[in-house]
């Protein structure tokens, strides 16, 4: 077998108040992604990083690592999680490095709030002098922004966004991990959920998390957990039109993962219908809809009806999310869909195993509305 | 002082608008050259690479693109609830402004018809827009 596959995942627990720090719950992630993959931690060679945060200087440190062949930050918001497999897999079939970690570790509940962190974000003199001033400065605002402009052009009914979070919260019940599990969301609570940037209500926005988790990536031929490892068969990234302006996008419904999964399906010969689940990155439930829209796992227009038909739960035709995603697992940036896509191809999910899972497509949205998508397939398909 | 985020004044890039918006005109940079919009600003002009660029004034009307009604305050000194309107600009087409909506938000609607209006807060005046006509000399 060749090509890049992923060799090892590990995490934290998902909480509200980890009480630890960034650095500490990175280490813990680490070290089980080693253990998992079966290296010691001062073998990883390769670090792809996360915008402010935990540098890959630290890591080194921390770990007393041996060497640091490759090393790279990837500033894609959300979306940077999918697309650093893409940089860790280039680095490893290149032979540049052996082990490269992906990692995403935050207090995100415990620290900052979302508009008081330091921002990666793209041209923040835009942001600074024509946006800011009018009140527009979080996620839930600007892609309030872009739910409703699909409202306009394509019709979006309540009871769509609410299927996608009953949903998320439905699977989590199935997941002890999940910041949700035992706290579910039901269509009742969803409904007298406060508004927050209409349309978007309180349930309609991921959870906010404190945890870290951790992918080590490397050659097929590097494995030493060897037979089991899901490969990493294709991996694609893309940006919108004005990437660092949403006001003046020309059509702010299209979005990066419209040219990034063309490509991806290109890449992997493979096709929307031939993946057995689909991990999208649900930042808000609208989100994860005008996703399956744009990697061709719907049709413009109709993932909102066929989402609230159970087209898309566990047990339907494509599952999405069986971990409980952003919404109700917890928010790894999206790195935690790509443990979940692992597990799956391992056939290690337990109550909420996809039967029989060999294909699973994984997608990451960042920013002001950049894509990633990679297609994973589990090991001898 | 209301102590909420104001642009720069001075920012080049964005000076002529606000002193526009002071005398109570619209206006944004356009490129000496071959007079595409630029905006939102950028130091060479997307259309033909230039690099000189001069305010062009605007009629202060345009047509509701996209909204979101604010409920939960993010920003210190804009207390919620509060409209985000984005809008099409009547005079130069494909250019659109973010900005706040005064009065009404509950008729909103694709294409609802807007006016600029400028509303001093702490030495400046911010571009806002309303769809109640009268509304406008009195603002500005």
């Keep these: 077998m060749t090509g890049a596959v992923i060799c090892g995942i590990g995490q934290t627990a998902y909480s509200y108040d980890a009480g630890r720090s960034e650095n500490q719950l990175a280490m813990e992630a680490i070290r089980n992604a080693c253990t998992d993959a079966g290296i010691d931690a001062r073998e990883i060679d390769g670090i792809v990083s996360y915008p402010f945060a935990i540098s890959a200087e630290e890591i080194f440190s921390t770990l007393r690592l041996h060497r640091l062949d490759f090393s790279c930050s990837v500033t894609m918001g959300g979306a ?35 508009q008081s962190r330091p921002s990666p974000q793209p041209a923040q003199h835009f942001r600074r002098e024509l946006e800011h001033p009018y009140g527009w400065n979080v996620p839930a605002q600007r892609y309030a922004m872009i739910c409703r402009r699909y409202m306009i052009e394509h019709g979006l009914e309540r009871e769509h966004l609410a299927s ?21 969301v039901t269509l009742e609570k969803y409904l007298g959920g406060e508004v927050i940037a209409d349309p978007y209500t309180r349930y309609d926005c991921c959870l906010e998390t404190d945890g870290a988790c951790a992918v080590i990536v490397a050659a097929a031929g590097d ?3 060897g037979v089991r490892d899901p490969r990493i068969l294709a991996v694609a990234e893309g940006r919108p039109q004005t990437p660092d302006d949403l006001t003046n996008r020309p059509d702010p419904l299209r979005i990066g993962l419209d040219a990034a999964a063309e490509r991806v399906w290109e890449r992997s010969g493979l096709g929307p219908e031939e993946m057995d689940a689909a991990m999208i990155y649900d930042c808000f439930t609208f989100e994860l809809l005008h996703q399956l829209e744009s990697a061709g796992l719907a049709p413009l227009g109709r993932s909102g009806e ?7 739960d566990l047990g339907g035709p494509l599952p999405v999310n069986p971990h409980g995603g952003l919404l109700a697992e917890g928010h790894l940036s999206g790195l935690n869909h790509v443990l979940e ?16 899972a060999r294909h699973i497509v994984v997608t990451g949205w960042g920013d002001l509305g950049d894509g990633s998508i990679a297609v994973l397939s589990g090991a001898g398909v | 002082m209301t102590g909420r985020p104001l642009p720069d004044v001075e920012n080049p890039l964005f000076a002529d608008v606000w002193a526009g918006a002071a005398r109570g005109e619209l206006v944004l940079p356009r490129c000496a050259a071959c007079r595409t919009w630029a905006w939102p600003h950028r130091e060479t002009c997307v259309g033909c690479g230039g690099e000189e660029f001069e305010p062009g004034v605007l009629p202060p009307r345009g047509r509701l693109y996209s909204w979101t009604q604010v409920a939960r305050q993010t920003v210190r000194g804009i207390p919620a ?22 009065g009404d938000a509950a008729e909103l609607r694709d294409g609802l018809p807007l006016h600029a209006v400028f509303t001093p807060v702490d030495g400046v005046h911010l571009i806002e827009w309303t769809a109640e006509l009268t509304d406008t000399e009195e603002r500005s």
């Design chain 1, 306 to 312: 066929l989402f609230a038909a159970g087209h898309f």
């Design chain 1, 164 to 184: 996608v979070a009953v949903a998320a919260s439905r699977n989590a019940q199935l997941n002890p991990a999940a910041q949700r599990y035992g706290r579910p």
């Design chain 1, 80 to 114: 940077s999680a999918v697309a650093s497999l893409q940089h860790a897999a280039l680095a490893v079939t290149a032979g540049v490095a052996r082990y490269v970690l992906v990692l995403r570790a935050r207090t995100g509940s415990s620290g900052a709030r979302v």
């Design chain 1, 341 to 356: 896509a692992v597990r799956q191809l391992r056939n290690e999910c337990g109550d909420r195993q996809v039967e029989g």
């Design chain 1, 223 to 225: 494995s030493r957990a």
């Design chain 2, 81 to 102: 609830p509060y409209t985000v309107v984005l809008v099409d600009l009547d005079g130069a087409p494909g250019v659109r402004m973010l900005g706040t909506l005064v």
